[in-house]
């Protein structure tokens, strides 16, 4: 018995009316207010998938990680306290906050909240998108998936392997080291790279169909506030099949997932494949950069940032 999926992710936030219309609007998440300070935001029939707190910082606040069953959620425990990890359980209170039935907490060696938890709580209402869309990938495949940028990667892996139970489902080593990793039938719940730092680099949400990828292009490009990015668009589709949407250095990914469910394998992907994947993941490094430092460019040639219009990767020259 171990992790299922992701479940829930929380998020810091400097201002909460950016993200009401950012979760809402761009994402086609369906808002749920809270209170003053915090917002929850549903995509399927459970009562909430990403919690965003208004704290003036910026970042993952937490992670909320689904088992089985409470024999689950205390074997979890068991390992981790075997492995010298130290456990909390969740109090009652918490648990509402999170709408499920129970939950412990504990760290990750980079010092990530991580949340367990089994029983969350459906909806009684059907979900209503913020926008109009086909609706997000979930159920037994989780909310979607996160990378995180670590300052070394070996400990966190093997945290995250041994003790939790992740499966390796791809690598590769240049330019720098990246590890994908899996919990069920999605290709991967969490990548970790290596690049000198500790930080969030982003999260994924999946949609059903390409249309509602592109309109979240189309959108983006109204909004001077935003720089979007499209990756992964393939010869002969008018529309996006990936789409990375910044806000106020919030980076999320919109996704389609066109091609077959991945297995665990020991080697890395395929040259192609592992080429396209590399030049998406720089470009969106280069996103973060230049949020940061407003200069830099995706890729050689390609239009600035910010603004300055959107920065393509073709598909099929990248070699997918």
């Not at 060696?109 to 991580?114: F, H, I, S």
Request: proline share 3%.
């Amino acid at each position: 018995m171990g992790i299922d999926a992701l479940g829930y992710i929380g998020v810091r936030a400097r201002d909460l009316d950016d993200w009401a219309g950012y979760g809402s609007n761009f994402l086609g998440l369906q808002r749920i207010d809270k209170s003053r300070s915090t917002l929850a935001f549903r995509m399927d029939d459970r009562k909430q998938r990403l919690m965003v707190d208004a704290d003036g910082g910026q970042g993952i606040s937490f992670f909320g990680w689904e088992v089985a069953d409470a024999a689950a959620l205390a074997a979890l425990a068991g390992r981790l306290e075997a492995a010298g990890t130290r456990v909390a359980r969740g109090s009652r209170a918490l648990a509402g906050e999170r709408h499920v039935a129970d939950l412990i907490v504990f760290n990750d060696p980079a010092g990530n909240r991580l949340e367990a938890f089994y029983g969350a709580e459906t909806a009684s209402e059907p979900f209503k998108p913020g926008r109009i869309i086909s609706g997000f990938r979930t159920g037994p495949l989780g909310m979607g998936h996160v990378v995180m940028h670590f300052e070394r990667i070996a400990e966190v892996m093997s945290f995250y392997a041994d003790v939790l139970g992740f499966k390796l489902s791809d690598y590769w080593l240049r330019p720098f080291p990246a590890y994908f990793f899996h919990v069920n039938p999605r290709h991967h719940s969490i990548a970790f790279v290596e690049s000198g730092t500790n930080m969030i680099h982003h999260m994924m949400v999946e949609l059903y169909s390409f249309d509602d990828v592109g309109q979240g292009y189309d959108i983006a490009l109204g909004e001077p506030r935003v720089a979007a990015i499209v990756v992964g668009q393939r010869k002969g589709r008018l529309q996006p099949d990936r789409l990375v949407i910044v806000l106020n250095g919030a980076v999320v990914l919109l996704f389609l997932d066109i091609s077959k469910r991945a297995e665990a394998k020991e080697g890395g992907v395929a040259g192609g494949e592992q080429y396209c994947l590399v030049k998406i993941l720089h470009c969106m490094v280069n996103v973060l950069r230049a949020w940061e430092e407003d200069h830099a460019s995706c890729d050689q040639g390609s239009n600035k940032l910010l603004g300055r219009g959107p920065v393509l990767l073709d598909h099929d020259r990248a070699g997918g």
